[in-house]
């Protein structure tokens, strides 16, 4: 495929933005390869500067669970930037979006609007510490929570892609107010907890993790998370940016049955606009300014358009629409797990709802450490081949795949058929189109 007006904007990005992209992961570094600059998007197809068309499994990470560019979304927001584009003043969007989340997340019974995931997750950890007068947290490793100092220790997503898990210009004091403990693995935790008695104001997790390509909780887990803090008095912490809605309305606390105290929201929620909240019980959510002092604002935050888009997007999110989902991801997933096997490469797929990741290793990976034993190589291969075949999928092996309402069997049976290809090209025998 000809890229050339691609590569020659990379050329020209580089000169003004740094590495030529607004956030890393974007920029293919780990996969060998040039990023594609868009022109266009809809449904489940993008469309590059060049004209070439991708079957899109990123989906913009997350936010467009109905496709891009839905009719009826384009529609609500056009009449919405009629009104006006931002108020800077409580619109009536806000209560509505509000208690819509309610509905579908009882345990939010306040919630707080942001611009971001990176927003919601820093601003939840700030009410915890208030609430409890601790400062200490614990994260897992190759969980994600945003770019805010004290989330940058062993993190996931594009800090473990790029090999920066832990970030320079994050301090030692934040840095050390951070714990880190094993996804999947309670004990660790529960040492944590043990070796600081009433310093931990809070646990935060990623209750299906996504961040380090998709890695499921084991039996359990979650629960043990919560009793390990109600044992130890901290604040439990889910961030839903990527599961909540996504792998059910109710996320991952409805699917689990696991009530956190805090919830982090972001992608899904703004329909692919920017959108970020947090919330959790009334009288955590008190403390938040202007009902209590822990402040925290944001010039856009509740902006009418993202309203909007978020209301369009809950309002739209049927029992339909996540049976159609995970059929598709199944049908994906076995179809390259036998396409792996007949080319004779070690690939474990991780699949769950919508999301799904196939990790090029012999061992069932379900946390950091098989995570990261996956051969990122074979990865970067694979994925050059799928590019060069029309399928867009994530430029790294530590990130999850994405389908959407807009995927159709026949996108689901041309990738599968494009894998056959380029799992011959991960073994390193056969490269590109
Ligand atoms: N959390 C997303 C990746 N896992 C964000 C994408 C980005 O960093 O640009």
Known sequence: MATRRSTRLFTRAQQILPGGVDSPVRAFKSVGATPLFIARASGATLEDVDGNRYIDYVMSWGPLIHGHAPKGLLKVLKAAADRGTSYGAPSPLEVELGEKVRRLMPGLQRVRFVSSGTEAAMSAV????????REKIIKFEGCYHGH???FLVQ?????????????PGVTRGAANDTLIASYNDLDSVERLFNANRSEIAALIVEPIAGNMGLVPPADGFLRGLRELCDAHGAMLV???VISGFRVG???AQGWARVQPDLTCLGKIIGGGLPVGAYGGRAELMSLVAPAGPVYQAGTLSGNPL???AGLWCLDNLKPALYKQLSGLTTQLAGGLAEAARDAGVPVQINAFGSLLTPFFTRQPVRDYGSATGADTGAYGRFFRAMLARGVYLPPSQFEAWFLSAAHTKRDIDRTIAAARLAFRAARGHEEGG
């Open 126 to 133: 700030r009410v915890a510490r208030a609430a409890t007068r």
């Open 148 to 150: 805010a100092d004290g």
């Open 155 to 167: 993190a996931g997503s594009g800090a473990l892609t790029l090999g920066v898990p832990t970030s």
């Open 238 to 240: 889910f961030d839903e």
């Open 249 to 251: 309305p109710g996320g």
């Open 306 to 308: 993202a309203m909007t």
